[in-house]
């Protein structure tokens, strides 16, 4: 196993460590894959996790379209956008609007 697959597990709750390392060496063995594509939830989960691992090498990641730099700069990009005050365009702000006045109560004719 990878050392960023361990990493991966390793940061999981307990019960679904257990359960994910289970499913991980069921899926490399050739009678366990054959069990795991009679339940196609559980071959779905054991590919996938199997396969986030390989974005962690970076010449792998850039060959598959994956910059993490690129990521981040965008997302810092995005929160400074987010972070600066919006241009009003030298006017002050529009008013919020003036809550909806309350319903009359009914009148003593209205239940006549």
Avoid: K
Avoid at 8 to 20: D, E, I, K, Y
């Amino acid at each position: 196993m990878s050392a960023a697959l361990d990493e991966f597990l390793r940061a999981a709750p307990p019960l679904q460590r257990t359960a994910l390392r289970a499913l991980l060496a069921l899926a490399r063995r050739p009678r366990g894959a054959a069990l795991l594509a009679r339940l196609p939830a559980a071959d779905q989960l054991a590919r996938a996790t199997a396969g986030l691992i390989r974005y962690d090498d970076p010449a792998t990641a850039a060959a598959l379209g994956w910059d993490a730099d690129a990521v981040v700069a965008r997302g810092q990009a995005l929160r400074a956008a987010a972070a600066a005050p919006a241009p009003t365009g030298g006017r002050a702000p529009a008013p919020a609007p003036a809550p909806a006045p309350a319903p009359a109560p009914p009148t003593e004719e209205a239940g006549r």
